[in-house]
């Protein structure tokens, strides 16, 4: 049984960065042929994915976030980390790090691991 948790600061300033960790556990982020994705949910909104790292350590984002996100991995620690900088209010949102098959991003139904979300509030 694979597990994913979410940690990091709950509120975070505007401009500021954000970032968060998923540690995962029961499987490993370096097994063919999985991405470990965030994804992260507004309130009132839908699900928007924001980017993914696969299994080989490759990189993809959501285009209309690219500039702001860079999302990385420590194999030694099983984990995959998140940094979405200059934020906004707008960036307030429950945030989830999720496992899927590569290639099925915005496929929310593929994912079959998913981590409990994580509030994060953009305030001054």
């Known amino acids: 049984q694979v597990q994913l948790q979410e940690s990091g600061p709950g509120l975070v300033k505007p401009s500021q960065t954000l970032s968060l960790t998923c540690t995962v556990s029961g499987g490993s982020i370096t097994t063919s042929y999985y991405a470990w994705s965030w994804i992260r949910q507004p309130p009132g909104k839908g699900l928007e994915w924001m980017g993914a790292i696969a299994y080989d350590g490759s990189t993809y984002y959501r285009p209309s976030l690219k500039s702001r996100t860079s999302i990385s991995r420590d194999t030694s620690k099983n984990q995959f980390s998140l940094q979405l900088s200059s934020v906004t209010p707008e960036d307030t949102a429950v945030y989830y790090c999720?496992?899927?098959?590569?290639?099925?991003?915005?496929?929310?139904?593929?994912?079959?691991?998913w981590g409990q979300g994580t509030q994060v509030t953009v305030s001054s």
């Open positions: 999720a496992r899927g098959p590569e290639g099925y991003y915005s496929e929310y139904d593929e994912y079959d691991y």
